[in-house]
């Protein structure tokens, strides 16, 4: 592939999130009512109707209504369970980086634990906990991600720690929360941006595979319940579980370019030699 | 760092106990937590309960003490290899775990292998040529494969290959009254796990190329390769020879990572595709509030996750002496 086409592509990956954006904030405008209500006769097929492009499920209800109205949890999920682990790790992190010694020692072992136990069971089990509902599947996901964000701002305040900046500050008799939050921290953003995407990305995959096993929000559509419903006829209807299956896919896929295209932008020197 | 603590095998007597002892304690808490307790599932799954029947299930399970008596009755209990009773299944929960254990073993394992070595092999072919033809249709499969979820891969390859194709089985251990024997038990068996197996390996090998693909592209920059070539090494052994065993390193730490997200994912697959190991066992223990078999599945996952990381480790010294030694390599 071309540099070019790369380029291309993190484009790409920024204009489908812009359209599922848009599909979310506008689910109500698109598909007024409420999309779990019957539209048609059940098992229309894609195109077979021009009034259901997608097709009916089941119950005869509209899967592109289920989609616009089910792009809003996804993307909900995704941007509040990734704001909660960016805060929890550069918290965790910073702290770590920055004091060394006896609370990173801590802190580390805390992190690895995190990253032994398995992050999925763990997050069903706190969803079962809570009781499904929207706050609790954020909640869940946020508290079993934030450990790659973690390790990675713990890594950058400790080189960025020995910079002569810091030092600089230090002699001026800057504070510790100055030097953490207005020297380091602002030049330690790069990497947790690049993983922001991806931990977006994770979290729409882990949302629907919670809402697939029925622990999702029972209020609300999402795209993983729709699969979960689709798969009952999956031997004649298999289009019910392909459609929001590629509408997962198709978000997961835009974030994981755009997080690509970032990470070139962000670290030249990798961009030149073609790494990652 | 002490001599001892460099020993992988020190370090893994070590750190088992270590996560035993806080996955054990973080379930506790955990569990604690429920609306509910194990007493409360019983009386509403038996109907009309006397109030005097309840504290008196309290006592026996112990539930009418503080939680820090508990929680010592409850480590004091996984001492002596007792892991508690389940309700659901009717029968003690170690029996119960172990019994599934192959199962996931089985297809954890094997996705494991697939992936990785699959992967490596993708990776490395990308590699060769940054931004080639064949980078470009690996890396975009790759990409493809990462953006997928597991649950999806798996259902629409039952539709391709288990509907339509008629290929391989779709759910289950084994050909249930087949009455199969020995290797012919073995090789049906493996057969219903090509599905399932298939369907982590999707997502896990692209998780292998792409970092493979990095690690080797920046591993050929070095000096050590340039020399290779000068020496006249051939443009395929200075890959598969030299860059590779360097470029493994990152790779194998990413195993060991994985491992946890594996037996995560296992959960989804089995569920799917009704392979009977920990995965649906967990599921299903959680669905029934399950406590006791709860708290075994995460042990023995953390326990997994902690011995796969120790061999990962073993092997990282294998290929970099310098790891084991670090005194030395200044």
Not at chain 1, 37 to 58: F, H, I, N, R
Not at chain 2, 147 to 160: D, E, G, K, N
Not at chain 2, 198 to 222: F, G, H, K, N, P
């Amino acid at each position: 592939m071309s540099a070019g086409l790369r380029t291309l592509s993190g484009w790409l990956g920024a204009l489908i999130l812009l359209g599922l954006l848009l599909a979310a904030v506008l689910a109500d405008q698109l598909y007024p009512g409420d999309p779990l209500d019957m539209v048609g006769a059940p098992y229309l097929w894609p195109a077979q109707s021009a009034q259901t492009p997608l097709g009916t499920d089941l119950m005869g209800r509209d899967l592109a209504a289920g989609l616009c109205h089910g792009a809003r949890v996804s993307l909900l999920v995704a941007a509040a369970s990734a704001a909660i682990a960016v805060l929890l790790g550069v918290l965790v992190g910073a702290v770590s980086g920055f004091y060394r010694g006896r609370i990173d020692w801590v802190l580390t072992r805390v992190t690895e634990f995190f990253q032994t136990i398995p992050a999925f069971l763990l997050a069903i089990i706190l969803v079962v906990v809570w009781r499904p509902s929207l706050g609790s599947i954020v909640l869940a996901l946020g508290l079993t991600s934030w450990t790659s964000v973690a390790r990675l701002v713990r890594a950058e305040f400790l080189t960025l720690r020995q910079r002569e900046f810091v030092k600089a500050s230090v002699a001026l008799g800057a504070g510790d929360l100055h030097l953490i939050w207005h020297e380091i921290l602002p030049n330690a953003w790069t990497p947790v941006i690049v993983s922001t995407t991806l931990l977006m990305a994770n979290a729409i995959l882990s949302e629907a595979g919670l809402a697939f096993l029925g622990l999702g929000d029972p209020n609300r559509v999402s795209w993983g319940s729709m699969i979960g419903l689709g798969r009952d006829a999956l031997r004649t209807g298999w289009y019910m579980t392909a459609v929001p299956g590629l509408a997962v896919m198709l978000s997961v896929l835009a974030l994981n370019l755009l997080g690509d295209q970032l990470h070139r932008r962000l670290t030249p020197r990798l961009a030149r030699q073609g790494a990652r | 760092m002490s001599r001892a603590l460099s020993n992988p095998w020190w370090r893994l007597g070590l750190r088992l106990p270590a996560v035993v002892l806080a996955t054990a304690v973080l379930n506790f808490g955990l569990l604690k937590a429920l609306p509910g307790d194990l007493v409360d599932v019983i009386a509403s799954e038996s109907g009309s309960v006397s109030a005097d029947y309840v504290a008196q299930l309290r006592r026996l399970y112990g539930l009418d003490r503080s939680a820090i008596e508990q929680l010592g009755a409850y480590l004091a209990q996984i001492l002596q290899g007792d892991l508690g009773y389940s309700f659901r299944f009717g029968e003690p929960v170690l029996p119960l775990v172990l019994h599934r254990l192959p199962a996931t073993l089985a297809l954890v394992g094997l996705a494991l292998a697939l992936s990785a070595l699959l992967g490596v092999w993708l990776g490395a072919l990308a590699a060769r040529r940054p931004f080639g033809l064949g980078d470009t249709v690996i890396s975009a499969l790759a990409t493809l494969g990462y953006s997928a979820p597991m649950f999806w891969t798996a259902l629409m390859l039952i539709v391709l290959f288990g509907v339509r194709l008629e290929w391989f089985p779709v759910a289950g251990l084994y050909e249930v009254g087949a009455g199969y024997q020995g290797l012919r038990l073995l090789l049906d068996m493996l057969w219903h796990l090509v599905l399932p197996v298939l369907t982590l390996s999707v997502y896990y090998l692209a998780v292998y190329v792409r970092l493979t693909r990095a690690s080797v592209i920046e591993t050929l920059q070095e000096d050590f390769i340039r020399t290779a070539r000068a020496k006249g090494g051939g443009e395929s052994h200075v890959l598969w020879r030299h860059a590779l065993r360097h470029a493994l390193l990152p790779v194998l730490t990413l195993l060991g990572l994985q491992a946890s997200a594996l037996l995560g994912g296992s959960i989804v697959v089995e569920t799917v595709f009704a392979w009977p190991g920990l995965g649906q066992l967990s599921f299903e223990a959680i669905k029934s509030r399950d406590v006791p078999v709860l708290l075994a599945v995460l042990l023995f996952s953390a326990g997994l996750v902690v011995l796969v990381n120790a061999l990962v480790d073993a092997l990282q010294r294998r290929l970099d002496p310098r790891i084991a030694d670090p005194a030395g390599a200044a």
